[in-house]
């Protein structure tokens, strides 16, 4: 046997699923096998594997042993004369194994391979080709020095950027993401080092084909897309710990002690620093808009009371007591600034009528407190109307600056629509077509190209795949969709690039699923459209579900000496409301029973379910998923109202 390719999984299944087609067309023409080791997902992933792939041999662990145990369980029983370790948010082209097979056959030095790696929207990885990490690259990079001079052979070792990405290098180390190396070799230099859990397994094993006397290659003649931090948040505190302390392990192993202590030094700097930077930022995005609202609205509040309120308050002299600016005006705009947050003012992206919304919704709250006041400290009620006037006004008219300058998470009106192309035959287009309905992201535009080269075309179709670039830009296309059962992966990559200055992004719809897969930055966690079951999962739900539960529990436990005589089981409705207060169950949630066929966004048990109130107790079990498929994929804090209020008597349930 020729190849075996290992995939190591975990919680990526729209990923795993594109990757795995990818890799069934690569392997046509070589003799391997293809081993998936899965860590313990709870997304459906080993679900999808036994349906869709059933020639892969499947590991799934029960624990996630992380990336290194998890390739050496399959390393183990691989039978292949190479062994390659592929990440699972990757696309290979359809020659890929063919060609580095043939690269690895003609060249006896190498004991592992790299390729050219391209992200989601055609450019080019930089990691594709690197250097050993030592103290002198290591801190070029750490500090940001490799970026500003990124072909510099003394500053750009680390990504080895004075190399071309287009002619075959050696290099010290392969990226994980497609390592290749020959099985005689691992052999000789062990395993990955499971002292690794995650991160620099590449780089020890990488350096140890070196030291044993081999070469590894940089081989650009084949690529692959990697959609980059699918399985990580790289941007996170943890990415940043987990794969410092990794360098800090290879060093010691590796380096001198003098050097050693050097690297680990500067890592642990590096730690502090960007762990730092990441706390700092995440505050600061989270804050900075209830700060800036809060500082317009005490603003405001000063400006009505120097220059309207205390005139006419006072006109002979005097001013409020110092308590009223103290204590009181941040009073209001706490509770406007709460307000604001529960009717999503602070969801990205910002809308201009939420924040509307939550002036006048907090306002009422302050004027039932104000009636609720002692005399003395009631000072004017003009006072709270003029500055909600300020507030509606002021807090959009900050946001519309925002967006005049450019800010991303900023929103005026409806989402603006995309114009998409997907580029497929007939039937694949109307199946993704199809998926867009189901996705709920409303397309303004949805055009059809032909996906051959110049060959005449239907009337369904705009053009064929040699006019799409004209075809962008008279129909202003915003998004291309590739239909993978029709176009080959190379072909698909070789368009990425071609069709850069477009500035479109990209995606790909594998033959036979339900998910159309794309990412163009690191910190997106998986540019996707699938079959929409994720409104129920929307920050904005999730808090209006919360607060409805809350104060329904409150009311129930008020009243509870009436209710209780209507429930079934009074004694089982007086434990939920409890539960449901200390959060461990909802009153609304799935209908348990069976692992449902749909993967669908985690919420608390439910005392109630979408089925509760229907009278046919023998529902099958196709019902009772779709019944929680409808209820995820519709749902609005009604429809939990609804399901209680005619559900009432089972609340003990």
């Not at 990697?226 to 990794?246: C, L, P, Q």
């Not at 699938?530 to 904005?540: E, L």
Request: glycine letters at 6%; charged letters at 25%; hydrophobic letters at 45%.
């Amino acid at each position: 046997m020729k190849l075996s390719v290992v995939i190591v999984n975990y919680n990526v299944e729209h990923f795993l699923e594109q990757c795995l087609l990818s890799v069934r067309k690569a392997m046509q023409a070589v003799d391997g096998e293809v081993f998936v080791v899965d860590n313990n997902s709870i997304d459906g992933s080993v679900k999808m594997v036994k349906d869709k792939f059933p020639e892969v041999k499947l590991l799934a662990n029960n624990k996630n042993l992380g990336f290194s145990k998890a390739n050496n369980q399959a390393i183990k029983l691989a039978s292949g004369e190479y062994v390659l370790l592929l990440n699972p948010d990757t696309v290979v082209e359809d020659d890929t194994f063919s060609k580095v097979i043939e690269f690895m056959d003609s060249h006896p030095d190498a004991g592992g391979l790299g390729v050219k790696m391209v992200d989601g929207s055609g450019k080019f990885l930089p990691e594709s080709k690197r250097g050993l990490p030592t103290p002198e690259a290591a801190f070029y990079k750490m500090f940001g020095i490799s970026k500003i001079f990124p072909r510099s052979k003394r500053f750009s070792k680390y990504h080895l950027g004075y190399l071309s990405p287009d002619e075959v290098h050696e290099v010290d180390i392969l990226a994980g993401a497609f390592m290749l190396m020959r099985k005689s070799v691992l052999d000789k230099t062990g395993l990955l080092d499971e002292s690794f859990f995650m991160y620099g397994e590449d780089i020890d094993l990488s350096y140890r084909i070196v030291k044993a006397g081999y070469k590894n290659y940089y081989f650009p003649e084949t690529r692959i897309i990697h959609y980059k931090g699918e399985s990580t948040k790289k941007s996170s505190v943890n990415y940043v710990i987990v794969f410092y302390k990794a360098m800090v392990i290879f060093a010691r192993k590796h380096f001198t002690q003098k050097n050693a202590r050097l690297l680990t030094n500067l890592i642990n700097i590096a730690i502090y620093f960007r762990a730092l930077v990441a706390i700092l930022s995440r505050f600061i995005r989270q804050l900075i808009m209830p700060v800036a609202d809060g500082a317009l609205l005490f603003a405001g509040m000063v400006f009505i009371k120097e220059f309207w309120s205390r005139p006419r308050i006072y006109p002979g002299g005097g001013d409020y007591p110092q308590e009223y600016l103290h204590y009181i005006v941040p009073f209001y705009i706490f509770i406007w600034l709460i307000s604001i947050f529960f009717n999503g003012g602070y969801d990205k992206p910002l809308k201009l009528r939420k924040s509307v919304q939550g002036m006048l919704v907090g306002t009422v709250v302050i004027l039932v407190f104000y009636a609720l006041l002692p005399e003395q400290m009631r000072f004017s009620r003009g006072m709270i109307l003029l500055g909600t006037l300020w507030g509606t006004i002021a807090l959009p008219a900050f946001r519309l600056i925002l967006h005049w300058l450019g800010v991303e998470w900023i929103q005026l009106g409806e989402k603006k629509s995309k114009r998409l192309l997907i580029i497929g035959d007939e039937n694949e287009t109307k199946r993704v077509s199809e998926i867009l309905k189901e996705s709920r992201i409303k397309p303004d535009f949805i055009g059809f190209a032909d996906p051959t080269e110049n060959r005449e075309v239907k009337d369904i179709y705009l053009g064929n795949l040699s006019q799409v670039k004209d075809i962008i830009s008279i129909y202003k296309i915003d998004e291309v969709i590739f239909c993978s059962g029709n176009i080959q992966h190379q072909a698909i990559i070789d368009k990425m690039a071609e069709w850069q200055e477009t500035s479109v992004d990209y995606k790909i719809a594998p033959e036979d699923s339900l998910s159309i897969i794309g990412s163009n930055s690191i910190d997106t966690r998986g540019d996707l459209y699938t079959v929409d079951i994720s409104t129920i999962a929307k920050s904005a739900n999730r808090r209006n579900k919360r607060l409805l539960d809350v104060l329904f529990a409150l009311l129930a436990l008020t009243m509870s000496p009436l209710l209780i005589f209507t429930q079934k089981k009074p004694g089982n409705f007086l434990i939920n409301i409890f539960k449901v207060l200390w959060g461990k169950r909802s009153w609304v949630g799935y209908h348990q029973g069976r692992k449902s066929a749909v993967h669908l966004p985690k919420i608390k048990p439910g005392v109630l379910t979408p089925v509760t109130m229907l009278s046919d107790n023998n529902l099958s079990e196709e019902m009772i998923d779709k019944a929680n498929m409808l209820y995820a994929r519709d749902y609005s804090v009604v429809k939990d109202f609804n399901i209680i209020i005619k559900s009432f008597r089972n609340l003990g349930g």
